[in-house]
Structures are given as structure tokens and as C-alpha cells.
């Protein structure tokens, strides 16, 4: 057994040894400095598939209503140029829904067509001659407006701190953000972006 005396020249002895003072504080301190990367990683992240999802809604609307006529498969091809706009971010395809609004000189402004694609399935989400409620400082009447609606279920790299479901494009669920941007745009050729087939 240790002494009285053997015992306080050990616990004096523990107390004033430095070393490993350094390997104790970084054990402290590494668990925030990896939150805090990660953290700015997501923020990062998330940020950028936001703004890239404001611009391919806006490239969308300024492609459409550069159009007199424009037919389904070069809406496709808008669409698809919308949706590749977002890449490198794979985890979700956004939700894009080309509307024209036709805004009377009497009445209420309605459809004139629609066209929407969601998983590369492509659908007319709205019939045409449909009312429409549209912001009073939009609605100038005889002409027409083109409105670009984009969704997009954010996933983040690291969802241990998001509680909320979203539902993605192929009918699934994840946690993450739904993120969504609508672009107003005035035809610039004419009145109208007609749709032979729409």
C-alpha cells in the first residue's frame, strides 16, 4: 500500500505535469471545429442549389417569352435545359411548370396553356380557359404572361439535424428543404407565345 506521504508526492506530481495539455483541449475543442466545417459545407451547399434554382427559373421564363409559336418538344428542350442548369446537384429533378396567362381587356385573366414536367414525365397541369389569379400590377389587358413555376426537394449531404420530410420528384420522401421560385415573364415579340400543341 501507498503511503500518506508516497500518495500527496503522486497527486502533486499529476497535478503540475503539463504534457498532454494540448491533446486534452484539442479533444475539447474538435468536435466544434467539425460542426462548424461541416455546417458551412451544408450552408454552402444549400445556398448554391437555391440560386442556381432562381436561375434556371428565370432562364426558363426569358427562353419562353423570346417564342412567337413554340411546340411541346421545344418546350422539352427548354425544360431540360432548366434541369441542367441545376447540376452537379443530383438528388432531387426540379418540378417546372411553363404557364401563358391570357389577360383579357374585360374579365379575369385565364390558361391559354400549360405544360409541366415532374420526373421526366411531361403533363398539362392546368386546362386551358382556366381563371387565374395573378398580382394586379401584372395584369396589363391584351397581353399575355408567361409564368414559370420550379420545385426541387433539397436533400442535404447530412440530414441528422433536419426533422422534416419532403417529398422529392419520384414520389418519394427524404429530410430536407422544399425549395421553390416562380418567374414572371412579358412576351417580347407580338402578344403571344402561341402553342401549336399544347
Same mark, same amino acid.
Given at each position: 500500500?501507498?503511503?500518506?506521504?508516497?500518495?500527496?508526492?503522486?497527486?502533486?506530481?499529476?497535478?503540475?505535469?503539463?504534457?498532454?495539455?494540448?491533446?486534452?483541449?484539442?479533444?475539447? =475543442?474538435?468536435? &466544434?471545429? +467539425?460542426?462548424?466545417?461541416?455546417?458551412?459545407?451544408? %450552408?454552402? #451547399?444549400?445556398?448554391? @442549389? *437555391?440560386?442556381?434554382?432562381?436561375?434556371?427559373?428565370?432562364?426558363?421564363?426569358?427562353?419562353?417569352?423570346?417564342?412567337?409559336?413554340?411546340?411541346?418538344?421545344?418546350?422539352?428542350?427548354?425544360?431540360?435545359?432548366?434541369?441542367?442548369?441545376?447540376?452537379?446537384?443530383?438528388?432531387?429533378?426540379?418540378?417546372?411548370? =411553363?404557364?401563358? &396567362?391570357? +389577360?383579357?381587356?374585360?374579365?379575369?385573366?385565364?390558361? %391559354?396553356? #400549360?405544360?409541366?414536367? @415532374? *420526373?421526366?414525365?411531361?403533363?398539362?397541369?392546368?386546362?386551358?380557359?382556366?381563371?387565374?389569379?395573378?398580382?394586379?400590377?401584372?395584369?396589363?389587358?391584351?397581353?399575355?404572361?408567361?409564368?414559370?413555376?420550379?420545385?426541387?426537394?433539397?436533400?442535404?449531404?447530412?440530414?441528422?439535424?433536419?426533422?422534416?420530410?419532403?417529398?422529392?420528384?419520384?414520389?418519394?420522401?427524404?429530410?430536407?428543404?422544399?425549395?421553390?421560385?416562380?418567374?414572371?415573364?412579358? @412576351?417580347?415579340?407580338?402578344?403571344?407565345?402561341?402553342?401549336?400543341?399544347?
Amino acid at each position: 500500500m501507498l503511503g500518506a506521504g508516497r500518495l500527496a508526492t503522486l497527486a502533486k506530481r499529476f497535478l503540475s505535469d503539463k504534457r498532454g495539455v494540448a491533446a486534452m483541449e484539442f479533444a475539447f =475543442i474538435a468536435p &466544434i471545429l +467539425i460542426a462548424l466545417y461541416l455546417g458551412s459545407i451544408e %450552408a454552402t #451547399s444549400g445556398l448554391d @442549389v *437555391n440560386k442556381k434554382l432562381g436561375r434556371s427559373t428565370n432562364m426558363v421564363a426569358d427562353l419562353v417569352t423570346q417564342q412567337q409559336t413554340i411546340n411541346t418538344d421545344q418546350l422539352r428542350d427548354i425544360m431540360e435545359i432548366g434541369t441542367a442548369l441545376l447540376l452537379p446537384y443530383r438528388s432531387d429533378t426540379p418540378q417546372i411548370t =411553363i404557364t401563358a &396567362i391570357n +389577360i383579357p381587356a374585360a374579365g379575369s385573366p385565364t390558361v %391559354a396553356w #400549360s405544360r409541366r414536367v @415532374v *420526373n421526366n414525365v411531361f403533363s398539362r397541369p392546368y386546362a386551358p380557359g382556366s381563371n387565374v389569379v395573378l398580382d394586379p400590377n401584372l395584369v396589363i389587358p391584351g397581353t399575355t404572361v408567361i409564368r414559370v413555376e420550379t420545385k426541387i426537394a433539397y436533400v442535404p449531404l447530412m440530414a441528422f439535424n433536419y426533422k422534416d420530410s419532403v417529398g422529392t420528384a419520384a414520389g418519394g420522401s427524404k429530410l430536407g428543404i422544399p425549395m421553390g421560385r416562380t418567374a414572371f415573364g412579358r @412576351v417580347r415579340q407580338g402578344t403571344a407565345v402561341a402553342c401549336s400543341n399544347c
